[in-house]
């Protein structure tokens, strides 16, 4: 089945960098976008950005230009989501989820997820 | 503050009908699709509605999906305890050329 894996929880002091990975199997990881999406402990959803596997291309949140970085291995199937100058307001749990429609940013959706990897930002 | 807007609790019985709107604008909603993801506690979100009124395979017809103008709805009918759970639309905005999230709603079953 498709299926998307992430990398276990990160503590990062403020200041720090924090690199999540999510493998993708059951499908051809090439033909569809990643997207990453976190969420603050009680907050709601939040979208980081998105990557295509074949081009490299990506988008992202305007309030996360600069600093971060979506990347894959496509020899592993395996996609990178890296923030930097982490701070407390970055503490929340990271999502991956496949993009189901390529080409068209107004009719895609996500579908899956991965479990989620939670990034806690403490001195 | 989100681009769209939900309000952020819903509540009803086993067996009620529920509704959760979701207030966008022309530059989101109203020019483009939204979908309706579903987070139980503990868990990864799921995709529950997209296209505004699609269901993917395995959601039961309970869940359906509604647009009118610039906001859409997602209405849950004969509610179950296994319903209660956050749930979040989301669609592209044009303006901000980038996906937008509303806050979220908390369906609570009583």
């Known amino acids: 089945q498709v299926q998307l894996v992430q990398s276990g929880a990160e503590v990062k002091k403020p200041g720090a960098s924090v690199k999540v990975s999510c493998k993708a199997s059951?499908?051809?990881?090439?033909?569809?976008?990643i997207n990453w999406v976190r969420r603050a402990t009680g907050q709601g959803l939040e979208w980081m950005g998105w990557?295509?596997?074949?081009?490299?291309?990506?988008g992202y949140a305007q309030k996360f230009q600069g600093r971060v970085s979506m990347t894959s291995n496509t020899a592993i199937s395996t996609a990178y989501m890296e923030l930097n100058s982490l701070t407390s307001e970055d503490t929340a749990v990271y999502y991956c989820?496949?993009?189901?429609?390529?080409?068209?940013?107004?009719?895609?959706?996500?579908?899956?997820w991965g479990q989620g990897t939670l990034v806690t930002v403490s001195s | 503050q989100s681009v769209l807007t939900q309000p952020p609790s819903a509540s009803g019985t086993p067996g009620q009908r529920v509704t959760i709107s979701c207030s966008g604008s022309?530059?989101?909603?109203?020019?483009?699709?939204a979908n309706w993801y579903q987070q139980l506690p503990g868990t990864a979100p799921k995709l529950l509605i997209y296209?505004?009124?699609q269901r993917p395979s395995g959601v039961p017809d309970r869940f359906s999906g509604s647009k009118s103008g610039t906001s859409a709805s997602l209405a849950i009918s004969g509610l179950q305890s296994e319903d209660e759970a956050d749930y979040y639309c989301?669609?592209?905005?044009?303006?901000?050329?980038?996906?937008?999230f509303g806050g979220g709603t908390k369906l609570t079953v009583l």
């Open positions: 989301a669609s592209w905005d044009d303006s901000l050329n980038g996906r937008v």
């Open positions: 296209n505004y009124d």
């Open positions: 022309s530059s989101n909603i109203g020019s483009n699709t």
């Open positions: 059951g499908y051809t990881f090439t033909s569809h976008d």
């Open positions: 990557m295509n596997p074949i081009s490299g291309n990506t």
């Open positions: 989820a496949r993009s189901m429609v390529r080409g068209s940013r107004t009719l895609d959706r996500f579908d899956p």
